[in-house]
């Protein structure tokens, strides 16, 4: 199926393809049932390594200097991850800060760790409609944000 121009747009311009500081700065542990090792699973197991009996780490995720093995490009610059669909649900649950009109200490932590502004709504591609949120646009987002200040 292709993805209509505005999709694409949105897309080239999300902040985390800029960003990947979550990749790079946080364990990323989880059950081993979420790996394609069970029949419902679907991260791949090879990006993975054993923690305990129950749960596995993205790789270089875990011990040393964190990054993780499926993060794509340089942090800060142009990250993507490698497995995106397939991502385990630790990834799915982070959300960058103010994509869904609603700030994230998570991705302002990772984003501080290497030096990087916390994101804002005015971060977030004009034509971004944040559904988990009622319908957020960015203005409507940027004039919440303003409101709490």
Avoid: K
């Amino acid at each position: 199926m292709a993805r209509s121009p505005r999709f694409r747009s949105a897309m080239s311009t999300h902040p985390c393809l800029r960003c990947g500081a979550c990749c790079a700065h946080f364990c990323v542990a989880f059950h081993w049932s979420e790996t394609d090792a069970h029949p419902d699973g679907l991260t791949p197991s090879a990006a993975t390594e054993p923690l305990d009996p129950h749960r596995v780490v993205m790789r270089g995720t875990y011990a040393g200097r964190i990054h993780c093995q499926s993060l794509r490009g340089a942090v800060g610059a142009d990250a993507q991850c490698g497995i995106y669909p397939l991502r385990p649900s630790p990834c799915r649950e982070l959300h960058p800060a103010w994509e869904d009109g609603r700030p994230s200490a998570q991705c302002d932590r990772a984003r501080a760790a290497y030096g990087l502004p916390p994101l804002s709504p005015r971060d977030w591609p004009a034509s971004a409609q944040c559904a988990a949120d009622g319908g957020y646009t960015n203005a409507n987002a940027a004039s919440a944000a303003d409101a709490a200040h």
